[in-house]
């Protein structure tokens, strides 16, 4: 261990399990740690980096922006929040954004819209959220009320109230929870966090049906699925379904802190001057990043790209399910892939199997490999994955 780790360790909240690298530097698909060993990232810093790390034209955007002005406040408009706005919602369902600075705040700022419609329009009591168990929405108090996992939530009570949970992929168990108080549904289309499950398109379109019927908003938090990975700009384009609200994060800035919620005109104008704000959303670098971020994935057809990528890497992935017991599915959208082990194996030494030989994976609910390298992958480095990963599963 180095010693820099453990001023680390010893200055430093212990909310994460890290693994045991101080990391240095990032250029394409590989990080470098302090010692100069280099791996391949295999999940992009949890799906951020998706133009790989440190990427040439990003990082010329946050200098160029950096020179010019770091911070002014929402108070003023700025040039790289309008060209950024502008390119999100000529690119979507949406006409207006706000801006935030993580996904959790994206998803507040969803959670609060979705009730502020509902109170404007039908009064106070339409105020309830149908989220669905094994969901992720983040990490403040209002979005862990929306995740439907208990231990997220073990130790935080009084946890918020006006959520109700239904079956993912359950349009009966989402019926039940239906009431006039219900605002909004709210739900990732690949659930990430929860174990990579893609919605089934009749789900989402039979939850379109029941939120026209019963003047509920449908909120998509692309927060995972969004800028690309699942094959489109985003992943409600893959389903033909379009929601009301729209949240996005991770991939938006490439790892500069950005996060967003579009709506339609419609739905945004219960947000007037007041309701609802921050200081740092929309900041000027972090802008510019995402906006270079966007004019890449477009001009490079990356989403194109993540769609056959994906089928490859899904292939290959698929080969070694039929050779290796240890494997119990493997499933995904694009470059955002699950595959799931068998419990009965003890797989804590797994990531560390990988790392050793060079590739870092993710594990999620203990026992599910989340891939989600960058869009620019190319097919050698998913060739030596494949073929690292034959050799870690033959270890079982
Ligand atoms: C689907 C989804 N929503 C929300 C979040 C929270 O985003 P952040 O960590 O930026 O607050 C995440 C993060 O993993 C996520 O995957």
Redesign the pocket.
Known sequence: MSELIEVSDSNIADTYARYPFMIERGEGLKIYDEKGRSFYDFFSG??VCSLGHCHPEVVEAVKNQAEKLFHVSNLYYTMPQTSLAKKLVDSSFADRVFFAN????A?EAAIKLARKYGCDNYGIHKNKIITFLNS????TLG?IAATGQDKIKKGFAPIPEGFDYAVFNDIESVKKLVSENTCAIML?PVQ??GGVRPADKKFLKDLRELCDKNHILLIF?E??TGIGRTGKLFCYENYDVVPDIMTL??ALGNGMPI?CMLASNHVMQSFGPGSHGTTFGGNPVSCAAADKVLEIIKRDNLCEKALEKGRYLLDLMMKLKEKHKIIKDVRGLGLLMGVELDENFDVSNLVKSFYEKGFLINIIQGHIIRLAPPLTIDTETMDMFAETADIVFGEF
């Open positions: 949890i799906s993580s996904g959790a705040e998803n992720f929405h983040g990490r979005t990732e990430g966090e938090d927060i995972q994060a991770k996060g």
